[in-house]
């Protein structure tokens, strides 16, 4: 069955400094992979996502992922965050097989920007 | 355009009793999903209904029941409400089965007491 690992459970970071968010993921078939922030009390808004070409994906509010396929990962960075990037982000891949629509999420990271 | 609405937001219930979560989708969306996010954890996919039909099922019990009605709203049915099914419910829409452009509402806290 396919899984997610989130690297980091908490990442600190200070204002204006880069942060990378990391994420792997366990599957020998293609898949589809995304990003999504979740804010206090607040459903998850897509960030960015991998379907097919090229393998640096750019998002929403600056943030950009690679799809590294040989190494099953798809992190997630951001040259230089703001107080407002603090959030739980979620890294979650498709289930293509059985397509179901089904995504599957890792556990989150929490990101706290500090001033 | 309006995206995807959840009702209600809070949602307070005795252990053993049946709840009924609702969501509408987004304009244009046919296809709807259930996930159950308990706290501190990832969003668990829990159904999928595609045009009024079950599409695929996550690791739930039965007591997790769904519909999608003509409109392409959707509802949520727990019975025999446990204490571990207190959680935050997320529906999201898409525009068709194997469209992962979901767009999720901002989901229904449901605590179990």
């Known amino acids: 069955a396919q899984s997610v690992t989130q690297l980091d459970s908490q990442v600190p970071v200070f204002e204006e400094a880069p942060v990378e968010l990391r994420c792997n993921y366990s599957?020998?078939?293609?898949?589809?992979l995304f990003w999504y922030v979740q804010y206090p009390n607040q459903g998850l808004q897509l960030l960015l996502k991998?379907?097919?070409?090229?393998?640096l994906v750019k998002g929403i509010n600056g943030f950009e992922a690679e799809f590294n396929k040989s190494q099953t990962s798809f992190h997630l960075r951001k040259p230089s965050v703001h107080i407002s990037d603090t959030a739980e982000y979620f890294c979650a891949v498709s289930d293509l097989v059985n397509n179901t629509g089904k995504l599957i999420f890792g556990q989150g990271t929490t990101l706290q920007v500090k001033p | 355009e309006t995206g995807v609405t959840q009702s209600p937001t809070h949602l307070i219930k005795t252990r053993g009793q049946q709840v009924t979560l609702r969501c509408s989708s987004q304009?244009?969306?046919?296809?709807v999903s259930w996930y159950q996010q308990a706290l501190g954890q990832g969003p668990q996919f829990i159904f999928q209904?595609?045009?009024?039909?079950?599409?695929g099922r996550g690791n739930f019990p039965p007591r997790f029941s769904g519909l999608q009605f003509p409109n392409y709203s959707s509802e949520l049915n727990v019975n025999a409400l446990e204490l571990d099914d207190s959680a935050l419910y997320l529906c999201?829409?898409?525009?068709?089965?194997?469209?992962?452009?979901?767009?999720f509402g901002s989901g229904t806290r449901l605590t179990v007491v």
């Open positions: 999201a829409s898409s525009p068709g089965r194997g469209n992962y452009g979901y767009t």
């Open positions: 304009s244009g969306h046919n296809t």
């Open positions: 991998y379907l097919s070409g090229s393998t």
């Open positions: 599957s020998s078939v293609s898949v589809y």
């Open positions: 209904y595609y045009r009024e039909e079950e599409n």
